[in-house]
């Protein structure tokens, strides 16, 4: 699948507090929060604070969830104390007024929802999202500025080459590579890469992004496994906010499974963000069980080390019997 629209989705039930489609609004002036709104604003507030280093553009996306509308946001954010993180998310949302409102559109399309565990679902979600603008539908966070999903790329990149996961004779599948986002940082540094994506739309975009690398290759899938892919026909497999929509639709164990088979000895499986229904703790302790189970060691297990998103890393390194 892609990168994507679905994190600040689930994080609208569980940070953001958006509100259930079955509750109705008391009329407000314009301009004015209903509760559900301002709780869900209140609570990104407070998982900043939790976290002491929340991105601006990440904070404003998880704001534009809790309450689709830039303006009632801009208006939240003024009268809180104007501390230097809540200074940086008001910029963003004056500098980005064009971006705030694509977010807005997808939330008025319903091209944002929380997580669902039919896979068929969340297929049909990202076609939508990638009708109204293909780049948003990979990161809310992007606001729909190329630009800034290219910085969020680089950032990955140049991780994934810091720790010598990349090389001239390195095959690498990307697993869930929506537009194709990676691929073109990818390619330099790989002898080939893979792109698998079962959403239509934006396996169309990847393909159309990717046509002059020749060294990749996109692959539409349903998405349910990597048949595809013949054993130990890669030796590293990136998947960016993909699982947790595997995890959602119970194919996280048999795709940790596969990703196994396809690696060969000595392959990485690197995951970024698992889940969006449980915390931490449980995610890393998940993750260590399947590594266990499927012949991995866990070289790392959670933490954020990007700054351009707050995504949470996961390194697995398929054992060499």
């Known amino acids: 699948m892609a990168a994507s629209v679905r ?28 509760a559900w709104q301002r709780a869900g604003m ?12 929340l991105p601006p553009r990440v904070a404003v996306a998880m704001l534009l969830v809790a309450c689709p509308d830039p ?22 949302i004056a500098r980005h007024g064009t971006g705030c409102g694509i977010i807005a559109k997808l939330l008025e399309n319903r091209a944002v929802e929380p997580l669902r565990d039919d896979l068929a679902s969340v297929i049909e979600l990202f076609d939508r999202a990638a ?24 950032e990955v990149m140049r991780w994934l080459k810091q720790r010598r996961l ?15 986002r ?20 934006l396996a169309r975009h990847a393909r159309k992004h990717c046509r002059d690398l020749a060294n990749v290759e996109i692959h539409r899938t349903d998405g349910r496994d990597l048949a595809k892919f013949p054993d130990g026909s890669c030796d590293i497999i990136l998947a960016i906010d993909s699982f947790p929509y595997l995890v959602a639709a119970h194919l996280a164990d048999l795709h940790v499974a596969e990703s196994a088979r396809v690696l060969a000895p000595g392959g990485d499986l690197v995951i970024i ?9 449980t995610d890393r302790a998940v993750v260590r069980d399947l590594a266990e189970r499927h012949g991995f060691r ?24």
């Open 182 to 201: 990676m691929l073109p940082v990818l390619a330099p540094h790989c002898a080939r890469v893979d792109g698998v994506e079962p959403v239509a739309a």
């Open 273 to 281: 963000n698992w889940s969006y229904d449980h915390d931490a703790a």
């Open 166 to 180: 990349l090389g001239k004779n390195r095959r690498l599948l990307d697993l869930g590579c929506g537009i194709g």
């Open 71 to 92: 303006a009632v946001v801009a208006g939240f954010l003024k009268q809180q104390r104007q501390t230097r993180q809540i200074v940086a998310w008001r910029r963003v």
């Open 7 to 34: 994190k600040y989705a689930k994080k609208s039930a569980t940070i953001a507090i958006a509100k259930p489609a079955s509750v109705a609004s008391p009329a407000l002036p314009a301009g004015v929060p209903d």
């Open 298 to 321: 866990v070289l790392r297990c959670g933490g954020r080390p990007f700054t351009t998103w707050d995504g949470e890393l996961f390194h697995l390194r398929k054992r060499r019997r």
């Open 131 to 154: 009708a109204i603008d293909p780049v948003a539908a990979m990161a809310l966070h992007s606001l729909g500025d190329a630009g800034e999903l290219e910085r969020g790329s680089v």
């Open 42 to 53: 209140r609570a990104v507030v407070l998982e900043s604070r939790r976290r002491r280093r």
